[in-house]
C-alpha cells in the first residue's frame, strides 16, 4: 500500500522550463510519474518533455486536476510558488531549493497547516513509492520495491545506504527525504507513522544527522508507538560544535543536538544504531528475519 | 549571522525596545573620556562568543582612570580565541530585577517560540526546565495580546511588571519577523525604576535571508580560508587533521568526516561542493583544497544530480594545469559513472566504487596508521 503517493498521482512541476526543472521532469517521466503539467509564467503554451506548460499554477490544475506539485525555483521565489500551489488546492508539494529563508519556510507551513496539505522539505530530494512514482530529484535506478521504508533528513547520504540495500538486494517501500533544513514540512515522527501503518513497510531505515532535537522526538515516538524495527545511521559523530556543517540545520549548539544525545536517546528506544552507512544493510537483514 | 551586542541594540532602538545609554569605542583613552558623559559605566567587550563574562570580558567603572584601565585590559584579552576590537560603554543601570526573554525558531512547531522565565542574569542552561515558559506563536496570528498575558499568568507575573511585559514582547516579536531573525535573546531583561531595558542583546539573522536586508552590516566569524569558500558558494569548515575532504552534499560529507575517523584518521575540512555544479567550481574546490596543502587528499562522489564525468574532468583540469603532487583516494558512483572513470584511468588515477574502501585507503596513505 504505497503512502502519500501512488503510480496515480497526478503531478505538476512548477518552474519546468528551468535547467533542473526540464531535466527532472524527464527523468520522473522515465520512472513512471503521471506528470501531467508544468508551470512557468510567461512561458505557456510550450511543452517540456511532451509535457504542456502553463502560465499559473490555477491554470494547469484546471485542465489536469492534478493532486501535487514538486517546485524548481530559487529560493527567493519559492513562497510565492508555494502559496499557490497550496491556494490552487494542491495536497502534497514537494520543494527542491535550497537556501529558502527560515521564515518564509513558516508561512508556508502555516498556510499548509489550514489547507491541510503535506508539504516536503524545502532542500530535500523529495519523495519515492518505489517502482511506481517519484516526486523528486534522486537517481532512478537504486529505488527499487521491497520492505524497508527510508526517512532521510540528507540527500547523498540517503542514496549511499538506499544503495547499500539495493546492492544486498533489499528494496525500498517508499523512501522520504525530509530536507536539510531547520524549518521543513515533515519530520520523522510523521513518517514513522505512515510506515507504522503501511503494510508493505516490514522495517524502517532512518537517517538522521547533528543538530535540532527531531531524533530524540522520533524515539519518544519509537518507544511509544512503534511496533517494527527500525535501524538507524547518524551523521556527524566528528563535528566540533558551533561549526554549522553546510545543512542549516547541522550544528550543536549550546550543547544541544549531539550524536552521542542523539544516539543514546535512539538505542533507550530499541533502535540499533548503525556506525557506519555498510552497516545498514545487515542489520536490516536481521531485523526482518526476526520478523 | 551573529550580530555584535551593540549592532543587536541599535536594532532594538529601532523597534522601541529601551536599551541603557551607551557609547562605542575602540581605544582606552576613548572610554576614559566616556565616563564624563555617563557616568558609572559598564565597559563590555563587543565579542562574539558566550563565554564574555567568564573570561573577563566586562568591567566596571566610575571615573576616567578606572576606565581606562579597565578598557585597555580588556582590549588585551583573546575571548575563546577573539580579539576585542570595539568596546560598547554603557550608563550602569538600577536593575531591581533580571528576566530572561528570547524568541527563536522551533523547527518541530514550525513557529516562533517565545522562552521566558524569570530566572535571568544565569546561563539560560541552569534555568530548570519548569521555570522556562514555552509559547509557540502561530505566524498567521502574530504576537497577540492574550499570547503576552498568557505568557505572564504562566511565569507568576503580575502588576506592573506584567503591564510592562504585555509592551515589550511584541516589539521584540515584531523586530524578530521583520528582520529575518533566528535568535533574539534579552539575558538579562532588566527591570529598572524606569521599567523594562535590555541590559544585553543576543541577535542572529538567517543567513539565508540577508539578500532582502541590505541595510545590515555583513559580519563574518570565517577565516581566511572560509572566506573564500564562501565567495565560491561552497560550504567550507576548516578542520584540524591532514586528509583534505571533498564530497557532494552536506549528509554524506559529515558521514566521510565521521568515517575517516572511525578508521583513525584526522580530516582537514568539511567541504560540500554542493549538487549539480559545474566544471569550473568542481576545479576551484579541488583547488582550494589543493591550497591547504593537506598530505592526502580524498574525494567521494555519489553522482546523482552531480555527474561524475564533470567531476574527473575538472579533476584532470587541475592536476594538468596546477598539478596534483599528493596521494589521493578517489571514490566515484553514480551518474555518468563509466564516463568519469575512463577519463581517470587516462591520466593514471583508479577510482573506487566503494566509500569505505576509499577512507581506507586514505587513512593508509596518510602512514599514521
Same mark, same amino acid.
Given at each position: ?75 527567493? *521565489?519559492?513562497? =510565492?510558488? /508555494?502559496? !499557490? $500551489? ?5 495536497? +502534497?508539494?514537494?520543494?527542491?531549493? &535550497? ?95 505512515? *510506515?507504522?501503518? =503501511?503494510? /508493505?513497510? !516490514? $522495517? ?5 544527522? +547533528?543538530?535540532?532535537?527531531?531524533? &530524540? ?75 | ?369
Amino acid at each position: 500500500m504505497p503512502i502519500y503517493i501512488d503510480q496515480n498521482t497526478r503531478v505538476l512541476v512548477q518552474g519546468i522550463t528551468g535547467k533542473q526543472g526540464s531535466f527532472h521532469t524527464g527523468q520522473m517521466i522515465a520512472y513512471g510519474t503521471k506528470i501531467v503539467g508544468g508551470v512557468s509564467p510567461g512561458k505557456g503554451g510550450q511543452s517540456v518533455e511532451g509535457v504542456p506548460v502553463y502560465n499559473s499554477t490555477f491554470e494547469a490544475v484546471e485542465h489536469h486536476s492534478a493532486e501535487a506539485s514538486i517546485l524548481f525555483m530559487p529560493a527567493p *521565489f519559492a513562497k =510565492d510558488a /508555494a502559496f !499557490e $500551489a497550496l491556494d490552487a488546492g494542491l495536497k +502534497i508539494i514537494v520543494l527542491i531549493p &535550497e537556501s529558502v529563508p527560515l521564515h518564509d519556510a513558516m508561512e508556508i507551513m502555516a498556510y499548509a497547516r489550514q489547507k491541510n496539505a503535506v508539504v516536503v522539505g524545502p532542500n530535500t530530494f523529495g519523495l519515492v513509492s518505489s517502482g511506481n512514482s517519484k516526486i523528486g530529484i534522486m537517481p532512478n535506478r537504486y529505488f527499487v520495491p521491497g520492505p524497508v521504508g527510508v526517512v532521510s533528513r540528507s540527500g547523498t547520504l540517503c542514496y549511499e545506504i538506499v544503495g547499500h540495500l539495493t546492492e544486498n538486494e533489499i528494496g525500498t517501500t517508499t523512501v522520504v527525504g525530509l530536507g536539510g533544513d531547520r524549518v521543513v514540512g515533515l519530520h520523522f515522527i510523521d513518517v514513522l507513522k505512515k *510506515f507504522e501503518e =503501511d503494510p /508493505a513497510t !516490514e $522495517a524502517v531505515v532512518m537517517v538522521g544527522e +547533528i543538530g535540532g532535537s527531531a531524533e &530524540e522526538e522520533a524515539a519518544a515516538h519509537i518507544a511509544s508507538s512503534m511496533t517494527k524495527p527500525v535501524i538507524a545511521y547518524l551523521a556527524g559523530k566528528s563535528a566540533p560544535p558551533g561549526k554549522r556543517m553546510g545543512h542549516a540545520g547541522a550544528i550543536i549548539e549550546r550543547g544541544r543536538g549531539t550524536f552521542e544525545s542523539k544516539a543514546e536517546a535512539l538505542s533507550k528506544a530499541g533502535v540499533k544504531v548503525a556506525d557506519l552507512p555498510m552497516a545498514v544493510p545487515p542489520l536490516i537483514k536481521t531485523a526482518l528475519a526476526d520478523k | 549571522m551573529k550580530l555584535y551586542e551593540y549592532l543587536g541594540k541599535e536594532l532594538f532602538s529601532q523597534y522601541d525596545i529601551p536599551v541603557p545609554r551607551s557609547k562605542l569605542v575602540e581605544s582606552a583613552d576613548q572610554a576614559g573620556q566616556v565616563v564624563g558623559e555617563l557616568g558609572e559605566v559598564v565597559i563590555k567587550s563587543q565579542v562574539l562568543s558566550g563565554k564574555r563574562g567568564k573570561a573577563g570580558g566586562i568591567g566596571f567603572a566610575s571615573d576616567f582612570a578606572e576606565a581606562q584601565k579597565e578598557a585597555a585590559r580588556i582590549l588585551d584579552l583573546k575571548i575563546d580565541g577573539l580579539a576585542t576590537e570595539k568596546l560598547l560603554i554603557e550608563e550602569k543601570i538600577e536593575i531591581e530585577q533580571e528576566l530572561y526573554l528570547a524568541i527563536t525558531i522551533d523547527g518541530s512547531a514550525h513557529r516562533p517560540v517565545v522562552l521566558a522565565s524569570l530566572d535571568g542574569g544565569m546561563d539560560v542552561e541552569d534555568v530548570a526546565e519548569n521555570r522556562m515558559i514555552r509559547w509557540p506563536v502561530d505566524v498567521t496570528l502574530g504576537m497577540q495580546g492574550y499570547m503576552a498575558r498568557e505568557i505572564c499568568r504562566r511565569m507568576g507575573v503580575t502588576g506592573n511588571l506584567q503591564k510592562e511585559l504585555v509592551n515589550f514582547l511584541p516589539k521584540l516579536y515584531r523586530m524578530f519577523r521583520d528582520q529575518d531573525a533566528e535568535l533574539a535573546e534579552i539575558n538579562p531583561l532588566a527591570l529598572t525604576p524606569d521599567g523594562l531595558v535590555a541590559a544585553d542583546a543576543k541577535v542572529t539573522i538567517d543567513d539565508d535571508a540577508l539578500y532582502r536586508h541590505q541595510e545590515l552590516p555583513r559580519i563574518t566569524e570565517k577565516t581566511a580560508l572560509e572566506l573564500k569558500a564562501e565567495k565560491l558558494d561552497l560550504a567550507y569548515v576548516e578542520l584540524e587533521g591532514d586528509i583534505a575532504v571533498m564530497a557532494n552534499g552536506a549528509g554524506i560529507t559529515m558521514a566521510t568526516l565521521d568515517m575517516v575517523q572511525h578508521y583513525g584518521g584526522e580530516p582537514a575540512n568539511f567541504l560540500d561542493f554542493g549538487g549539480g555544479a559545474d566544471l569550473e567550481k568542481t576545479a576551484q574546490s579541488l583547488e582550494l583544497l589543493l591550497g591547504t596543502d593537506p598530505k592526502v587528499l580524498l574525494i567521494n562522489i555519489f553522482g546523482g544530480i552531480t555527474r561524475c564525468d564533470v567531476v574527473a574532468e575538472a579533476f584532470v583540469r587541475v592536476k594538468e594545469n596546477k598539478g596534483i603532487d599528493l596521494p589521493v583516494s578517489f571514490r566515484l558512483v553514480g551518474t555518468n559513472e563509466s564516463e568519469g572513470r575512463t577519463i581517470l584511468e587516462k591520466v593514471g588515477i583508479k577510482t573506487f566504487t566503494s566509500m569505505d574502501e576509499a577512507v581506507r585507503h586514505a587513512v593508509v596513505l596518510t602512514g599514521t596508521v
